[in-house]
């Protein structure tokens, strides 16, 4: 018998919020015939939060009546008794369960999104609604106890289904996985998926179902050359098809891109997204590789973008230019699965019931990836420990101990990459390979850096190194489950840890005393910049010699035990070793901004990156490049490059920019009231004139806003209301995924409104047809105590002006441009800002295109001017 149930809740805090409304249905596990229902609500003792009315439709005056749990205990529990337990994400349900006196922890669990992990694991988002769109499954009001409950039952039973109708091969990985957990939950499943007998498979014959599906010899064989191919008129390859639409900027570009790598220059070219610039640097790119037998790297910032070049730019050209070349992709190597780290975590066995679904969905995805590339799934909090263990870095490709050495596909990456004409790589590997002692980017001459306004981001990010003990302690638990697993003499290594450990908890101490005395509050988030006031309560010295000792030997100690390769853990005891010497050397302040962070759930962290990344790469990228190329559609600032010249050092630099062909007095209109109330506490007002535009214009509309706090604020305060105009309201924070209010969004853009932050729209590639309104709540600044922001903002002399405003300038000229993109585009920009009509504020006008139709009118003309056109 299994009892599916749900619960509706004041919040997600099992200690402190309270149970107000739960519903059961009781089903043969078999037939899944109903044999009883249950449905209460439950009064919490306590006000139900706006934000949560707002999402379960259940409000304090449909409580009044409602008995307390303790009136609920028994007939709750004489309602389950010894069932097994069915819900979406159950533990959140059990865990309330158990916090309100309702001891159900020794019931067995099922949860169907443990089967959804893998089962649907190319499914965008796992949220109970998305998985029922995708098994079309009819759910309405979302959120509502006995809804979820009756939806969960059917997603169960489609699971099922699903199951049933796997392949041999996909059912022996699921029964051998099983065979190697002794969890009791995993163990009812398997009597509920293999009622019938199993023949138990051993590692071996695992390996063989993974391996048939992954080829060997799948890279690339050949460079194209042809010292003969006519490239003198560069606009002739444009020649192609009829269906690309005629820019004269394009071709502009095309030939400025193909003058630079000719004649080894160093560019920057501005270019406005409509252009379609990913043709203007490819086809000289192309063009110049096949002739010159030059290879050509191109790098994006965007996992979105990247993937564009790839697999729709390129793909395209290769067809149609007519012009033979090669090309591949590359990421940092933690971006790739590795098999011999995967084998050797399915080979230490005794798999937790979460490890159990984290390694079915990889095994899943490494039957039918051909990239490899980790972030083609989704993972969720928990694996992302796991995921260390499964990704190439620390690992030696070419080594003897490596048995699927030939199978590896970063192996299979980097021979690519001898053979591409092209390579497209990310920031992220470019930057950090710059620090690399063994680059794989040896032949790294020619460059083209697209997304070019996020390279001081991406170097910083890039180059963050980290050090937490809580995550250390992981790795010597690893450590000893190996030494368990293989019958290895620890004793010597316990010792050891020990020792070290309780000298790393020193520095911990330290650290979380120093920061509590900066930040006394009980935030469960902190983050400060180190100054040299760190320094002076402790000499470091004798304590960071003895941490140094302890991890040598214990790497000493892991590199002559042949019974198990430790090379993965010896990478990152090396690597922590450095770290933490670097961020405790009082004397290099110079080089590196020092961040001390608490968070609640992982304790301190200790991170550091350079200062100065622009003199960095002029001293280690600009210098050492034949010809480059950095573009983006937002560089300049005040019809100048000054800017971005100065902060990336591109003294070497040539600069061009493309105006827009566009006509954006007539596609493109600026509101700002006239009535406007002060951004500093606007939020009242704000919300009330955000309501009735909502309201008015129902579609379309994305806000962008700078806090959580405020999202949350209108959404609460405009949701009901526009739930009524049957208006859906989309908010990045409160309950859904971005990849579930993405999809939603994008499914009814016609009665649907988004709002986010600015990293939801940087993330974000929504198409152009869904999008004719943009709201803008603030200018997006940097956060004045942010500590990367405090330690760069010494460079210069009056830091608002020359780096504060500029980058803030920058980004809202992103949010812009990336609008309009066809002539038959038009759009609407509300900027709620005051501070545009101040002095120095006023510069902001320039992130908007000179021509844009720009409309001061009070709030109430606004409106009715709207009303008129709907």
């Known amino acids: 018998m299994i009892v599916c149930f749900d619960l509706e809740t004041t919040g997600l805090d099992k200690y402190n919020d309270k149970i107000i409304e739960i519903a059961m249905i009781k089903f043969d596990e078999h037939t899944f015939k109903v044999i009883d229902t ?92 998305m998985l029922c769109k995708h098994y079309k499954i009819p759910f309405t009001w979302a959120h509502r106890a006995i809804n979820d409950v009756k939806a969960t039952v059917e997603l169960f039973k489609k699971q099922l289904e699903e199951f049933n109708k796997l392949k041999k091969d996909k059912k022996k990985i699921i029964f051998y996985l099983f065979s190697l957990s002794q969890d009791r939950n995993i163990k009812n499943i398997e009597r509920l998926l293999f009622s019938e007998y199993w023949e138990k498979i051993n590692l071996e014959e695992f390996e063989k179902i993974i ?112 012009v033979n070349f090669s090309y591949t992709k590359l990421k940092w190597k933690r971006n790739y699965a590795s098999l011999k780290w995967f084998f050797e975590y399915v080979f230490l066995a005794n798999l937790t019931y979460y490890e159990i679904t984290f390694l079915l969905k990889v095994s899943f995805w490494l039957l039918e990836t051909k990239y490899w590339e980790l972030d083609e799934l989704n993972f969720y909090p928990d694996e992302y420990w796991y995921l260390r263990d499964l990704n190439s870095e620390g690992i030696y490709l070419s080594s003897d101990k490596n048995p699927y050495r030939e199978y590896e596909f970063l192996t299979k990456a980097r021979k690519s990459l001898e053979k591409a004409n092209i390579v497209i790589i990310n920031h992220s590997l470019l930057f950090s390979d710059l620090e690399s002692e063994n680059s794989i980017l040896y032949d790294l001459k020619n ?104 991890l040598i030997d214990i790497v000493d100690k892991l590199k002559v035990i042949n019974e198990y390769d430790f090379s993965k853990e010896i990478s990152y005891f090396d690597k922590i070793a450095k770290n933490i010497n670097v961020f405790f050397d009082k004397n290099n302040f110079n080089k590196y901004i020092k961040i001390l962070t608490y968070i609640d759930r992982s304790g301190i962290n200790f991170d550091f990156t350079l200062l100065n990344p622009w003199e960095h790469l002029y001293k280690n990228l600009w210098k050492d490049l034949n ?23 591109l003294d070497d630099f040539w600069f061009y920019s493309y105006e827009s062909d566009f006509d954006y007095s007539k596609q493109a209109t600026l509101f700002i009231p006239t009535d406007i109330w002060s951004v500093k506490n606007n939020s009242d007002e704000m919300v009330v004139f955000l309501k009735d535009f909502f309201l008015l214009v129902r579609w379309k ?31 990045q924070s409160i309950w859904w995924s971005k990849n579930k209010l993405l999809s939603n969004f994008t499914q009814s853009p016609d009665n649907s409104i988004l709002l986010g932050t600015d990293s939801f729209w940087e993330w974000v590639d929504i198409p152009w047809d869904d999008l004719k309104y943009l709201v803008i709540h603030k200018f997006p600044f940097s956060v004045p105590n942010d500590p990367i922001f405090q330690a760069r903002s010494v460079f210069f002399k009056d830091s608002f002006k020359d780096y504060s405003l500029p980058k803030a300038i920058i980004k809202l000229k992103q949010w812009f441009w990336r609008l309009i993109r066809t002539k038959n585009d038009k759009w609407i920009v509300i900027l709620l800002d005051d501070r545009i009509n101040t002095k120095w504020w006023e510069l902001f006008y320039e992130a908007f295109p000179k021509d844009i139709n720009i409309k001061k009118w009070t709030k109430k003309q606004f409106l009715d001017i709207l009303e008129k056109k709907q």
């Open 211 to 322: 391996l048939k599906k992954v080829w060997k010899d799948d890279y690339l064989e050949q460079f194209y050359s042809d010292e003969n191919l006519e490239c003198e008129d560069i606009v002739k390859f444009f020649n192609f098809s009829d269906k690309i639409e005629e820019r004269e900027n394009q071709i502009n570009m095309t030939k400025n891109v193909f003058d630079t790598l000719n004649n080894w220059k160093k560019t920057l070219i501005e270019a406005p997204t409509w252009l379609w610039k990913s043709f203007a640097y490819l086809i000289p790119s192309i063009i110049f590789s096949v002739k010159n037998n030059q290879k050509v790297y191109i790098t994006t910032k965007t996992k979105n973008l990247q993937d564009q070049l790839y697999l729709k730019d390129l793909s395209f050209l290769h067809e149609k230019l007519g």
């Open 38 to 129: 249950y449905s209460s609500f439950v009064d919490p003792e306590m006000p139900i939060p706006e934000i949560i009315s707002n999402i379960t439709n259940i409000f304090d005056d449909d409580l009044l009546w409602a008995p307390k749990i303790d009136d609920l205990k028994i007939e709750i529990l004489d309602f389950i008794w010894d069932s097994t337990l069915l819900g979406h994400n159950v533990d959140f349900d059990i865990e309330f369960f158990v916090n309100n006196g309702i001891n159900v922890s020794n019931n067995y669990k099922i949860d169907t999104f443990f089967f959804a992990n893998f089962l649907s694991f190319n499914t965008a988002s796992l949220n109970l609604e």
């Open 701 to 731: 509309v994305l806000t962008l806003l700078t806090s959580f706090h405020v999202i949350k604020k209108i959404y609460t305060f405009c949701n009901l209301d526009l739930k009524k105009e049957w208006i859906n309201l989309y908010a």
């Open 447 to 550: 460059l083209v850096i697209d997304e070019a306004h996020n390279i001081e981001d991406s170097v910083t990010e890039s180059l963050r190194e980290s050090y937490n003990l809580k995550y250390f302690k992981e790795h010597f638990d690893k450590c000893e489950k190996i030494f368990t697993v293989k019958n290895i003499k620890k004793i010597d290594f316990l010792n050891k840890k020990e020792s070290l450990l309780s000298n790393l908890e020193v520095l911990d101490d330290y650290a979380f005393s120093h920061i509590n005395k900066k930040i006394p509050d009980d935030s469960q988030y902190k983050n400060i910049l180190i100054k040299d006031d760190f320094f002076t309560e402790l000499d470091f010295t004798i304590l960071l010699s003895k941490i140094n000792l302890d």
């Open 627 to 649: 010809s480059c190329l950095l573009t983006s559609a937002t560089l300049s600032i005040w019809w100048s490059f000054d800017y971005v010249k100065n902060i990336l050092k």
